[in-house]
């Protein structure tokens, strides 16, 4: 029988907690009266009441998305006023703001069944600039047109009829008296403007248990793009935020943003903070002194908006030269002052130099012969001779390098160099006008073919300017003193006999 008992305890005692952790979990934020006109409209409970017109829109609400706007003007206690379940809550707010701040309007008055004689708990509109809260006497505090203040009444003691007055969460009065002591509950809200010609708005009236005081951390959080950041709300049970943000949960935002935290406590009741992520945006940047050059030379490369830079040179300066053979994209990393790294990006793109070619009249010349060099391949042309034509004549004594310094369309530039080739032509012995006509050679000057003949049978070498028989010929009836020779190469050459004991040579130039 005790074991009965005391096993019948223990169970009693199980339900007990779990009817109480049930009672948390299922916990409702049960309000005497609440409206944050996110209907989007005004209607019952509210009673319209008299000479006024209620407007609820989206235009600059204090929370959410709507707020009511109430214009008109009626006597005291007519306006727009709700009924509600008689209480004794111990938190009552109100968000309130005016077009004019002179004129009597804003009017909010809750109290009981009697609150229109007895003029209720709390008693307050705007006038003379301020937002006043009246019981024996007035007490007023400064405020500007269009301007949203949040009222709280906080601490409401049914007891000793007072509450502390807390405007935009600064403490403004405390142990306020009731407006009237002989008030016993709050079933009754009016809300209207005495005086013509002002538009009052209201927003997220409470009439019931306070909300949590909801934090959001960090307050500003500055971050690198690409980073991560946690966000966590404070002051409550469980919170919800805007964005797809977990509580306490890292995440990577890709544009600066406002988050909002929702926390509701173990009653239910809820409440807002907000935080701002700010990203931080890239001033790297990176210049060329010139967007193109030509092949062989160089550009300066910059790079501005950091403190420390890394080239895919891996130079590590702001600033490199930079003498690329081919068009190329340089790439430069950069961390600035908030330890956040950056990269860009710049193309270079390379011209080449013009291909000039240079071409003599003449590959070899005696002295006092004459040659020309002709040039082509780019646009203007400068000779070392200081002229400036493509074709010029030229007449050296010795062997002779010639250079012109050509610039095309663009101003890209190249050199080439020809060397003139002079052959003092001596060592050969000289004929008369008679003998020189025992042979004759034609075409002369030629292409390497050209036909040998004589008048007489003779024996002919042909030597070149440094003295070497390069060919052996015999002119006779059997040829009919005519050969035909090629496959010879450019420059002088001399065709030598002897006739009659004389020496006779005849001059030979080759330019294929």
Not at 264 to 282: E, H, M, P, R
């Amino acid at each position: 029988m005790k074991k009965n008992l005391q096993k019948l305890k223990k169970q009693i005692g199980f339900f007990a907690i779990l009817f109480f952790f049930g009672s948390i979990i299922n916990a409702q934020c049960v309000q005497s009266f609440y409206d944050d006109f996110e209907t989007g409209a005004f209607g019952p409970p509210w009673l319209p009441g008299t000479g006024h017109t209620m407007v609820v829109n989206t235009v600059a609400p204090a929370q959410g998305t709507f707020a009511l706007n109430l214009s008109g003007t009626s006597s005291h206690y007519q306006g727009p006023n709700v009924t509600f379940t008689a209480a004794q809550p111990t938190y009552i707010s109100w968000r309130i703001k005016s077009t004019s701040n002179t004129i009597a309007n804003g009017y909010v008055v809750i109290g009981d069944a009697s609150t229109n004689s007895n003029n209720g708990i709390v008693f307050s509109y705007i006038t003379n600039n301020s937002l006043r809260f009246y019981n024996t006497t007035s007490y007023d505090y400064a405020i500007t047109t269009n301007t949203w203040y949040h009222v709280e009444l906080k601490n409401i003691n049914w007891t000793a009829k007072t509450f502390d007055i807390w405007i935009n969460n600064v403490v403004f009065q405390t142990g306020f008296a009731f407006r009237s002591l002989s008030s016993v509950d709050a079933s009754r809200l009016f809300i209207y403007n005495f005086s013509a010609g002002a538009t009052s708005s209201y927003d997220r009236i409470v009439i019931g248990m306070p909300p949590p005081s909801v934090t959001a951390s960090p307050t500003i959080a500055n971050v690198c793009p690409g980073s991560s950041v946690t966000l966590n709300g404070g002051g409550a049970l469980t919170y919800t935020w805007t964005g797809g943000v977990i509580d306490g949960s890292p995440f990577s935002p890709t544009v600066s943003a406002t988050y909002t935290v929702t926390g509701s406590d173990a009653n239910g009741c809820q409440n807002t903070a907000t935080t701002s992520v700010n990203i931080y945006t890239s001033s790297l940047t990176a210049m060329s002194s010139s967007s193109a050059i030509c092949n062989g030379s160089s550009a300066a490369l910059t790079a501005n908006g950091a403190t420390t830079y890394t080239w895919n040179t891996s130079a590590n300066t702001a600033s490199i030269s930079v003498s690329p053979s081919s068009s190329s994209v340089y790439t430069v990393t950069g961390t600035d002052l908030n330890s956040c790294v950056y990269s860009t990006t710049i193309g270079l793109t390379v011209n080449p130099s013009p291909t000039l070619s240079i071409v003599s009249s003449s590959s070899i010349l005696c002295v006092g012969q004459t040659a020309s060099l002709s040039v082509s391949g780019a646009s203007t042309y400068t000779w070392n001779t200081s002229s400036n034509n493509t074709v010029i004549a030229v007449s050296p004594t010795i062997t002779t390098s010639y250079s012109v310094t050509g610039t095309d369309a663009i101003g890209c530039t190249n050199i080439s160099t020809i060397s003139q080739s002079v052959s003092a032509c001596t060592g050969i012995v000289t004929t008369n006008e008679i003998e020189k006509s025992i042979i004759s050679v034609y075409p002369n000057p030629n292409n390497g073919e050209f036909v040998l003949s004589a008048n007489v049978e003779i024996e002919l070498i042909i030597i070149n300017t440094l003295g070497q028989i390069v060919k052996t010929i015999t002119l006779n009836e059997t040829n009919n003193h005519h050969v035909s020779v090629s496959n010879i190469a450019n420059g002088i050459y001399f065709v030598v006999g002897q006739h009659d004991k004389k020496t006779i040579s005849k001059k030979i130039i080759i330019n294929k």
